[in-house]
């Protein structure tokens, strides 16, 4: 055993479902979330001494997660269709309402392309600011407030036509 090998499952150990649940609602599969996890944290073993050595390790891994969502290899993967968890008890109409919305809201986000669906998740899920998401992503401030409007007028607009969310 490696002096990492404590460092880095004492990380997974105490990080590993917060890092799951970020990958789950990037990609909206908790199959493919557990994979993108499982194969970053792979990466991430070997030179787990250098990343710790970082202001931020969780922050390093957060990034890699979003570079593999982001990244052409799992485009086939992501076409799945994903299909919303129905709760056991659905007799109460909140609950078969909460249901509705949220299998509208994926199916909005799931069509959005990958860049827009990641710069909506790091700013509303992980709430937060421009500059953090555009050091995420490798690109501009003003890049992602673009992505980011872009996104929101791109649901807007199916909502409006399909009468998503719409009363009436």
């Known amino acids: 055993m490696t002096s990492t090998e404590p460092d880095f499952d ?5 990080r ?23 194969e970053v944290l792979a990466r991430m073993h070997r030179r787990w ?4 050595a970082m202001d931020s390790a969780e922050a390093y891994v957060r990034t890699a997660i979003v570079r593999q969502f982001l990244s052409w290899r799992r485009r ?13 008890m659905i007799g109460l109409e909140d609950s078969q309402q909460r249901v509705v ?5 994926w199916r909005l986000l799931r069509g959005l392309p990958r860049a827009q669906r990641a710069v909506l998740v ?36 199916i909502m409006s036509e399909t009468g998503v969310g719409v009363d009436g």
């Open 10 to 14: 004492a990380f997974v150990h105490g």
């Open 16 to 38: 590993g479902r917060a890092l799951l649940k970020f990958a789950y609602v990037l990609c909206g599969d908790a199959h493919l979330a557990e994979d993108l996890v499982q």
């Open 49 to 52: 001494d250098r990343i710790t």
């Open 76 to 88: 086939r993967a992501y076409r799945e269709a994903v299909l919303a968890d129905v709760p056991e």
């Open 101 to 105: 919305a949220r299998d509208q809201m």
């Open 122 to 157: 790091l700013r509303f899920y992980c709430d937060l600011p421009d500059d953090e998401i555009a050091t995420l992503l490798g690109c501009g401030q003003s890049t992602v407030r673009s992505q980011a409007a872009r996104a929101l007028s791109r649901m807007r607009t």
